[in-house]
């Protein structure tokens, strides 16, 4: 897992499928969480690359949806 982005309104991450594979989505998940508070982001979008080997998670501050 590793951050691609961050700027004050999104923060874009890398994890790769053989983590999820290894760890679960949810080990993944509570550590993004632990970085990137749900009080402070919101999900914005989770894709995969062509090639289903990378997952982005691109998350949005709270005050991007006022």
Not at 1 to 20: N, S
């Amino acid at each position: 897992m590793r951050l691609i982005a961050k700027t004050m309104r999104k923060v874009i991450i890398e994890v790769h499928t053989k983590e999820v594979e290894d760890n679960g989505f949810d080990y993944i998940w509570d550590s993004i969480r632990e970085v990137y508070k749900i009080e402070d982001y919101d999900v914005f979008t989770i894709e995969k690359n062509k090639e289903n080997t990378l997952i982005y998670v691109e998350l949005a501050t709270n005050k991007e949806k006022a």
